[in-house]
């Protein structure tokens, strides 16, 4: 039990951050249940090494040089723009979905790793799978 606020709100959509190389959950990335019992984090996704737009890309770093336009991070930060993304995806597919619509959409697709339970406290109920979520909708 390592989530925090956000992550434990009751109708937001908790990512969990894995290695998409090592198919493994990350180290840093906060374990579930709530201190109250629920299932959080809903969905996992990549989120370790993942190349990104560096905030100051092109700008003088102050010695001289200039900061890269992308740099590679890890985080929940970088998981949770993936399944943002998909959100985003399906909402394009069917505008009328509620947040718990899209919850249950996302857990129901979520692709779930060999060995591991129907809840994961890391992975949660899943890999996040786009193609299999918007399936769900047509």
């Not at 993942?50 to 102050?62: E, T």
């Not at 692709?111 to 799978?129: E, H, I, L, S, T």
Request: proline share 7%.
């Amino acid at each position: 039990m390592t989530l925090g606020t956000p992550a434990t709100s009751r109708r937001g959509i908790s990512v969990a951050n894995y290695d998409h190389v090592a198919v493994a959950p990350s180290s840093s990335s906060s374990r579930g249940r709530t201190r109250d019992g629920r299932d959080k984090p809903e969905v996992a996704a990549p989120g370790t090494n993942i190349v990104s737009s560096c905030a100051m890309g092109g700008r003088l770093d102050g010695a001289g040089d200039v900061h890269p336009m992308r740099t590679t991070m890890s985080g929940t930060s970088m998981a949770a723009p993936h399944v943002a993304g998909i959100v985003a995806l399906l909402l394009q597919l069917d505008p009328t979905l509620s947040g718990a619509q899209l919850r249950k959409v996302l857990v129901a697709s979520a692709n779930v790793p060999g060995g591991v339970a129907p809840f994961d406290v890391a992975w949660g109920y899943g890999r996040v799978d786009a193609v299999a979520a918007a399936r769900l909708l047509s």
